[in-house]
């Protein structure tokens, strides 16, 4: 069965540090999403993304944060210069065309120290 | 705006017994409402949506959910608990009208399974 995958499936970075997490979603699935889980609260949006552009983002996903599909199956969030509250659980998620559910990735777990 | 209230962050219920996980939602519009599992150390699996068919979803693992209108409710439910279900539950719902709209989750519940 198809599925969404992320790696690395831990990163550890430092304050101030660009990283780039990564996913590859369901291949002919065309909506793209970004979630994330901070420890012991609920599962946030951050951005959805289609057609090679963004088509919404929330509050949180402010220009330290950036998405890009390079190439056809990778989906990456890059967050330019890490902050300790950045620190939480990555989840990616595809859907598809014409469909509403949402199928999401293992995560990648941030540690900002 | 979306939201969604799940009554009781942790529920326990004995193996065998029913249970029952509340949810609550608000939107402007008729919504699209889902439920989530996740296991320990893994991603979000969907259980079961519903989205303006039947109000009595069936899912995998012998959930199912009630989609109530009139106390604007989306309760998931399981006649016989087993150990396996043991996880945190999470409810979804994404305003009606668009299919690809972001998922606005509630605060999850936690279900304990007692032998």
């Known amino acids: 069965e198809p599925e969404v995958t992320q790696t690395p499936s831990h990163q550890v970075t430092q304050m101030g540090q660009e990283v780039i997490l990564r996913c590859v979603p369901i291949s002919n699935h065309l909506y793209f999403y970004w979630y994330r889980q901070i420890l012991g609260q609920k599962v946030e949006f951050l951005v959805s993304f289609y057609n090679n552009e963004i088509s919404e983002k929330s509050e949180i996903f402010d220009d330290q944060f950036s998405v890009e599909r390079p190439d056809g199956s990778n989906f990456t969030l890059k967050i330019r210069s890490t902050k300790l509250e950045d620190s939480a659980m990555y989840f990616c998620a595809s859907s598809a065309e014409g469909t509403t559910e949402q199928y999401f990735g293992p995560g990648t777990r941030l540690t900002v120290t | 705006a979306q939201s969604v209230t799940q009554l009781g962050s942790h529920v326990s219920v004995s193996e065998g017994a029913l249970v029952l996980l509340r949810c609550n939602y608000s939107?402007?519009?008729?919504?699209?409402l889902f439920w989530y599992v996740q296991y320990p150390n893994q991603g979000l699996q969907l259980l079961l949506k519903?989205?303006?068919?039947?109000?009595l979803v069936k899912g995998i693992n012998g959930f199912e959910a009630e989609f109530k209108k009139s106390e604007t409710s989306f309760h998931l439910t399981k006649p016989s608990a087993h150990m396996s279900d043991a996880a945190e539950y999470f409810c979804?719902?994404?305003?009606?009208?668009?299919?690809?709209?972001?998922?606005?989750f509630g605060q999850g519940t936690i279900l304990t399974v007692h032998p």
């Open positions: 519903y989205t303006s068919a039947a109000t």
């Open positions: 979804a719902v994404i305003a009606g009208g668009t299919s690809y709209g972001k998922l606005t």
């Open positions: 939107s402007s519009v008729p919504p699209y």
